[in-house]
């Protein structure tokens, strides 16, 4: 039997405002710079015969201090050895999306994403002569779920965070369910 290896790393996840407040100041002119922020995820995982790759940024405002809204896009790949054949399949999957971030305390969030993805799949046989087969498909995605944030604080321009989310439409092509339908959730 052979052993397999598994690395994965798990998404890093941060979030950064353009500037620090400045609460000193009496006048507030122009568009508030301090409430912008940029972040994102970068997913690794390795494992015998298999490759995920994934990055994941994201551009928002603090709307309020209980909450975030913002876009992003995602972007992964996946390729997979079939351990019984020369086979491989490769999977391309990006898209664009938009999210909001409810902060009850300044640690604990509820959030929803909408995205839709874009996929490639190729298959490649590894046989002589056979042909490689490519299919392009879509889906939308409603992720709802929550998670921690730590080192959130007013005025404070770093912070990380952690989250568990489901697709709540779970359509058939979503990259969040499995092949029987089952619903998958997605961590960030």
């Known amino acids: 039997m ?3 290896i598994f690395l994965l790393l798990l998404p890093l996840c941060f979030h950064v405002h353009a500037q620090e407040q400045n609460d000193n100041s009496d006048e507030k002119k122009g568009f508030p710079k301090y409430k912008l922020f940029t972040g994102g995820s970068a997913t690794l995982g390795l494992a015998n015969g298999s490759t995920m790759i994934g990055l994941t940024p994201q551009f928002g405002m603090s709307v309020t201090d209980w909450m975030d809204a913002g876009v992003t896009f995602n972007w992964n790949y996946l390729s997979e050895n079939d351990p019984n054949s020369p086979a491989k399949v490769k999977l391309n999957t990006y898209g664009p999306g938009a999210f909001v971030r409810l902060f009850p305390l300044n640690f604990l969030f509820a959030t929803a ?9 190729k298959y490649i046989p590894g046989v002589s002569g056979a042909p490689t087969q490519t299919i392009h498909y879509g889906a939308s995605s409603l992720l709802l779920g929550g998670g921690y944030a730590g080192g959130r604080q007013r005025g404070g321009n ?3 965070y952690m989250s568990v989310s489901w697709d709540v439409l779970g359509e058939t092509n979503s990259p969040y369910v499995d092949s029987y339908g089952r619903i998958l959730s997605s961590s960030g």
């Open 2 to 4: 052979k052993k397999s």
């Open 158 to 160: 770093t912070y990380y």
């Open 113 to 121: 994403q909408y995205e839709h993805n874009f996929m490639s799949q």
